[in-house]
């Protein structure tokens, strides 16, 4: 299962919104509904912060926001604030029951 | 609340195994999958399988297959991965993570270096 593709780093300015996109293929992302995102600081475990493609756990900010569309996933930072600068990883449910993960994005803000 | 506390740092010799814990809390142990994730220096999260606590069944991802095992026991509400035949290219630090059961993984552990160098 190969890792899902990301762009290795996506900037913005303060107050900007970015996109975040996530390619998979009709065995993963393409064939589930199961998309989630994290989001993790330099040193620190993951936390989730979009599951089921566009919804979002309890305390995340409505600032973040998923969609999907065929074999591609995204994730939207809205209002872009300093403290969202961190990598982010997209992961979807595959065909052989287990889960692949993104190759990872680096969010700059500048 | 949802603690999942994992053993402390482990350094090893290629071609030895390695043994990581994982010790939940707050929640009914049996509920959910546990997953287990690893990252290595710099590099992105790698996604190694899970196990199912209530019956002990497991999947694990392809890469793995034929060398880990995890395992638990629902006495002491921990889970567990065994790594075998290290070489250098598994030291990374390695998350267990709870299923919110919605195909998700909620709830991390701190992680657990594992370091393999002669």
């Known amino acids: 299962q190969s890792a899902l593709t990301q762009p290795a780093s996506v900037s913005g300015s303060p107050g900007q919104s970015i996109t975040l996109s996530c390619t998979g293929t009709s065995s993963d992302v393409g064939g589930y509904t199961h998309v989630s995102w994290y989001q993790q600081y330099p040193g620190k475990a993951p936390k989730l912060i979009i599951y089921?493609?566009?919804n979002r756990p309890s305390g995340v900010s409505n600032r973040f926001s998923g969609s999907k569309s065929g074999n591609t996933a995204s994730l939207t930072i809205s209002g872009l604030q300093a403290e969202d600068e961190a990598d982010y990883y997209c992961?979807?449910?595959?065909?052989?029951?287990?889960?692949?993960f993104g190759t990872g994005t680096k969010v700059t803000v500048l | 609340q949802v603690l999942l506390v994992q053993s402390g740092a482990e350094v090893k010799k290629p071609g030895a195994s390695v043994k990581v814990s994982c010790e939940a809390s707050g929640y009914t142990f049996t509920t959910q999958y546990m997953h287990w994730v690893r990252q290595a220096p710099g590099q992105g999260l790698e996604y190694m399988g899970f196990i199912i606590p209530s019956s002990g069944i497991t999947a694990y991802a392809q890469k793995f297959q034929g060398r880990v095992t995890m395992t638990r026991d629902t006495s002491t509400s921990t889970v567990y991965v065994e790594l075998s035949s290290l070489r250098s290219e598994d030291t990374a630090v390695y998350y267990c993570?709870?299923?919110?059961?919605?195909?998700?993984?909620?709830?991390w552990g701190q992680g657990t270096l594992v370091t393999v160098s002669s």
């Open positions: 993570a709870r299923d919110l059961g919605i195909f998700c993984l909620g709830y």
């Open positions: 992961s979807s449910y595959t065909i052989t029951t287990t889960y692949v």
């Open positions: 089921e493609v566009n």
